[in-house]
């Protein structure tokens, strides 16, 4: 799956996928999960409109709780009744960014959107995914071999703030790749394969005025190896706030494992 792609500018959407966006909308060019970035729809005269959202169908601020264990819940009542703030409930972990095309009729965050038809395309002139051939994860870059901008089949929902104003967030599509000769290079090994759908250029307008579930499944598809071009893109040396989190945790977990560990010499004398 695919959850960090390079989106692309005010002029190329404008120039390249005929959409108009507001001088106030702004988004980021390289985009990760609850990132603000462009998605095309149709208004309601059947032109192209660009809008912005967050990048992930349900944004981490709109994650359900996880249920409190016993004792959560114990340290949650001890603290209200001593007027203390009590700790911060966990939400639980979803990633939303990709939606399963196979699945997403029957799916309880995406359906009711898929059957209503709220379709959209995410523009992009990136994806990367990752690629473990030689053992170790090496990110790698997926583009058109025409180098052109391509639009991915994606969905879109709104959302009420606590203050009341109203919000966007998207998804794209994917599909199974196993059988694909360039996209099942990608993933761990042993893993399904999935790859990032691409619609045709003469195919927008049809997605974006769909009405019919199984009319909008048909157009969501694979390109063909030929037509991708693909090559390994390191990153450079910038951690993102979701990677500094994953970081902060990862190190978290090492300290517990370390302090429950018993202490043994050193031969450095720490």
Not at 74 to 93: D, E
Request: aromatic content about 12%; some cysteine.
């Amino acid at each position: 799956m695919c959850v960090n792609y390079v989106t692309v500018s005010r002029q190329l959407a404008f120039e390249w996928f005929r959409t108009p966006m507001e001088m106030n909308e702004d988004w980021r060019e390289e985009m990760y999960r609850d990132y603000q970035g462009l998605f095309i729809v149709h208004d309601e005269h059947r032109q192209r409109k660009g809008m912005v959202g967050s990048y992930g169908f349900v944004p981490q601020r709109h994650r359900p709780f996880k249920k409190l264990t016993k004792e959560e819940d114990a340290k949650v009542q001890q603290a209200l009744a001593t007027g203390k703030a009590p700790p911060k409930p966990k939400r639980i972990a979803m990633d939303t960014m990709n939606a399963r095309a196979e699945e997403v009729g029957s799916k309880v965050n995406y359906k009711r959107f898929w059957f209503a038809q709220q379709l959209c395309i995410v523009p992009a002139l990136t994806v990367f995914e990752p690629n473990w051939e030689t053992g170790v994860h090496e990110r790698w870059a997926l583009e058109l071999a025409s180098k052109e901008p391509f639009g991915l089949p994606g969905m879109w929902r709104t959302w009420e703030e606590e203050d009341g104003t109203i919000t966007n967030s998207f998804t794209h599509f994917t599909l199974n790749a196993d059988d694909h000769p360039l996209l099942n290079r990608f993933h761990r090994p042993n893993e399904e394969k999935r790859g990032v759908a691409i619609l045709r250029p003469e195919h927008y307008d049809d997605w974006l005025s769909s009405k019919n579930p199984e009319f909008a499944r048909a157009l969501i598809e694979l390109y063909r190896p030929e037509e991708l071009h693909a090559y390994a893109a390191p990153k450079a040396k910038t951690t993102t706030i979701f990677e500094a989190a994953e970081i902060e945790q990862e190190a978290a977990q090492a300290q517990r494992i370390t302090e429950a560990e018993p202490q043994q010499g050193s031969l450095f004398g720490f």
